[in-house]
């Protein structure tokens, strides 16, 4: 899982964390880091989590949400069964696959 945090724009986006080797735990170290430098108040894109399988974004994405009910956070999900990204989206995090984020935000 990669989770990448920009600020203005995705080319002056920063990698928050990587993480190789599987598990929960760094899952949670990933996510953790990303988490705390997301503005909740702006309500537009400000970090892209990435997962190798439509099935782990989809999880990772219920995930998000559980959280989000507590702080406000908004997420998206880009995968199969997704309608495209609009131009304007109010979500602080997208989530899914390279290949659909690729293919559906353009």
């Known amino acids: 899982v990669c989770a990448w945090h920009f600020h203005?724009?995705?080319?002056?986006?920063?990698?928050?964390?990587?993480e190789l080797m599987p598990g929960e735990a760094a899952k949670t170290k990933c996510f953790s880091a990303m988490l705390s430098?997301?503005?909740?108040?702006v309500r537009r894109p400000q970090a892209i989590i990435l997962s190798p399988t439509s099935d782990l974004a989809k999880r990772n994405?219920?995930?998000?949400?559980?959280?989000?009910?507590?702080?406000?956070?908004n997420a998206k999900l880009v995968g199969p069964g997704t309608e495209r990204v609009r131009k304007t989206i109010d979500a602080q995090i997208l989530l899914g696959t390279p290949g659909k984020i690729m293919d559906k935000g353009g």
């Open 61 to 73: 994405y219920d995930l998000m949400n559980l959280i989000g009910l507590g702080i406000g956070l």
């Open 37 to 41: 430098g997301l503005d909740i108040a």
């Open 8 to 18: 203005d724009s995705l080319l002056e986006g920063t990698i928050t964390d990587m």
